[in-house]
């Protein structure tokens, strides 16, 4: 008898395992995915052209808030949690309740990575919001000056039409537009775009290497949130963030990526207190003995010089960092401050689930988060940007959000910029990896 499973996610890590444990398993029936932490991925279906002929109707994605209903429903024998960036105790808080309901509670590890016939080298952290991004546009360029060609995979997100993004690669600007990309997704992809580099996602991570393969010297995985990649690399980087100390212990599944690193970067050295980055390398001491330990700074750049002191800016911070990455603030706030502005609160201008987001994450500062995975939460957003009364618009975030929506504001867009501060250098320690 198939033993009946409810897969736990977010639009990305779910699918990975499903394609690599259960699709086309006669021991299993995958009654369910549920869907958590982005707004609005619920209420579609995983389509049979993915699933495979075990499941011609396809599989359903639900809501998380109907977990217990749906075990009790189908008398489900195991959950599977398959999503990042969450602390220990509410994992723990998830498999209470499924054992409760006389189901088994299942993680997945290593063993869904993917084998390459090329190099990989990963990139993960411990947190989003860590400085991971601007670390795998460092190594891109590292690897590229040494003559490679090479290929950046990224950690899914998945978030529309799931069948016309099973495999899709990235070359230009163009085709941020041709799959329908959310702010989320340009805000990983369009940096490495713009600097010249393909790059590819999608939904079925073994289609997507058999791609890769046929164009790529290296491959790097630029991961998500602090998930662990879907390919085994031959070099693994972990990017720590001292502004939270003690989230590399306490996070699931970001402490995995500390235990595996052959690398360990200790990032944002330039504006973290001297106690906190010796603590944070007493703590991944504590997990790992032998991965080399980095220093790294995260200068913010602007893209241009004002003279903003006392002026009223708003500052749009990337979402996730300042959502469920638990950051009160980043890059944009840091820069005003430095610039002696005055930030305005978006609070009181906030509609929608932009308001809604204010009332989920209260941690968050005197910022924006930069939320558009819909068309209508897009808007949301621009009209409450609009709305408020500002000298100026600090844009945080990766991407350029002039190109998505219209701010009727004068704008400042800043970013960070990965910058070595110490020995040894990630940049030795890739080139002698790669001899």
Known sequence: MRRRVIIMGAGGRDFHNFNVCFKDNPDYEVVAFTATQIPGIEGRIYPPELAGELYPNGIPIVSENRLEEIIKEYNVDEVVFSYSDVSH???????????????????????????????????????????????????????????????????????????????????????????????????????????????????????????????????????????????????????????????????????????????????????????????????????????????????????????????????????????????????????????????????PYAIGSIKEAYDKYKHIDKVLPALGYSKEQLKELEETINKVDCDYVIIGTPVDLRNVINIKHKTIRIYYHYEEAGVPTLKELIINSIK
């Not at 713009?194 to 289609?207: F, P």
């Not at 980087?237 to 970001?254: A, C, K, N, Q």
């Open 89 to 347: 105790e509410y994992v723990m808080q998830r498999a209470s309740l499924v054992l409760s309901l006389s189901a088994d509670f299942k993680i997945l590890g290593t063993e869904t990575m993917l084998k390459s016939k090329k190099p990989v080298i990963a990139i993960c952290a411990v947190r989003t919001g860590s400085g991971k991004s601007q670390t795998s546009r460092y190594v891109v360029k590292i690897l590229r000056e040494r003559g490679f060609k090479v290929v950046v995979v990224r950690h899914p997100m998945p978030y529309g039409d799931l069948l016309k993004q099973k495999t899709q690669r990235f070359e230009k600007l163009e085709d941020l537009d041709k799959y329908e990309c959310t702010i989320e997704e340009r805000e990983e992809y369009e940096p490495h775009i713009k600097e010249g580099a393909i790059l590819y996602a999608g939904v079925d991570y073994k289609e997507i290497l058999k791609e890769i393969e046929k164009e790529a010297d290296i491959i790097v995985w630029d991961g998500g949130n602090n998930d662990f990649p879907f390919y085994k690399p031959d070099l693994f980087i972990t990017v720590v963030d001292p502004f939270r100390v003690g989230h590399e212990l306490s996070y699931f599944p970001g402490e995995i990526n500390v235990y595996l690193a052959d690398v360990i970067v200790i990032n944002k050295v330039d504006t973290a207190p001297s106690e906190n980055i010796n603590k944070v390398i007493e703590n991944v001491r504590k997990r790992n003995k032998t991965a080399k330990i980095v220093l790294a700074k995260s200068p913010i750049i602007s893209e241009r010089e004002e003279d903003i002191k006392r002026k009223r800016v708003l500052v749009i911070e990337d979402g996730p960092t300042v959502t469920h990455g638990e950051m009160p603030f980043g890059a944009g706030y840091i820069y005003a401050k430095e610039k002696g502005a005055i930030l305005i609160d978006p609070r």
